[in-house]
């Protein structure tokens, strides 16, 4: 699994994630994904996360799971 923290969250329909290795950019994630997460993200919120590539190659943070406390 992958690390980083949102830097764009739009509840309910979608959040940019910046991975600690930012060589990969911000990853998109869908309303779905946001959805299965317990609480709504906030910008800064650090997450655990799977990295997925569509076949038409957009890569997208799946599997979230949100890093409560200090790190």
Same mark, same amino acid.
């Given at each position: 699994?992958?690390?980083?923290?949102?830097?764009?969250?739009?509840?309910? $329909?979608?959040?940019?994630?910046?991975?600690?290795?930012?060589?990969?950019?911000?990853?998109?994630?869908?309303?779905?994904? =946001?959805?299965? =997460?317990?609480?709504?993200?906030?910008?800064?919120?650090?997450?655990?996360?799977? =990295?997925?590539?569509?076949?038409?190659? $957009? $890569?997208?943070?799946?599997?979230?799971?949100?890093?409560?406390?200090?790190?």
């Amino acid at each position: 699994m992958m690390a980083g923290s949102f830097v764009t969250v739009i509840p309910g $329909r979608f959040a940019f994630i910046a991975p600690e290795r930012f060589d990969l950019g911000n990853l998109y994630v869908t309303a779905g994904t =946001l959805a299965a =997460l317990p609480r709504t993200p906030r910008r800064g919120d650090r997450a655990r996360f799977k =990295l997925a590539v569509t076949t038409d190659g $957009r $890569r997208r943070a799946i599997d979230l799971v949100l890093i409560e406390g200090k790190q």
